[in-house]
């Protein structure tokens, strides 16, 4: 989905978080997808709590990659933040598999717990 050449942006510690920030960008923007094709759904009331998971997963995944982007110290918690919102977006979107936008935002939510998981050190 979203491919950046991060290696010219990062230094010192921030290069420890390269996969995971990658995982986290290409969520937030799957999330941002998600959430605005929802919108066009036809059975709106059934997309509102997707809706409000991929906003907060977006913001989530963007609160994480920002910190990690700057080898912060508070990027450990913001990433097991950040994957409990993935699960949660990964859960509500699987019940809307029937839409293609939802099932890849479900995909990409996976692959950033999984990637905050590990980046904290907890098995994912």
Do not use: F, W
């Not at 059975?43 to 977006?58: G, K």
Request: with cysteine; glycine share 4%; aromatic share 2%.
């Amino acid at each position: 989905m979203v491919s950046a050449d991060l290696e010219q942006y990062l230094h010192g510690k921030s290069h420890e978080y390269e996969s995971c920030l990658k995982a986290c960008l290409e969520c937030m923007v799957a999330c941002d997808m998600c959430s605005d094709a929802c919108l066009h759904e036809e059975d709106l009331n059934m997309m509102v709590e997707c809706i409000r998971l991929d906003r907060d997963c977006a913001d989530a995944c963007n609160a994480a990659s920002r910190a990690m982007s700057r080898g912060g110290p508070l990027s450990a918690e913001l990433c097991r933040s950040c994957a409990e919102a993935c699960e949660r977006c990964a859960a509500e979107c699987e019940k809307h598999s029937h839409h293609r936008h939802c099932t890849v935002c479900a995909e990409a939510c996976r692959r950033c717990a999984a990637e905050c998981h590990k980046m904290v050190g907890v098995a994912a």
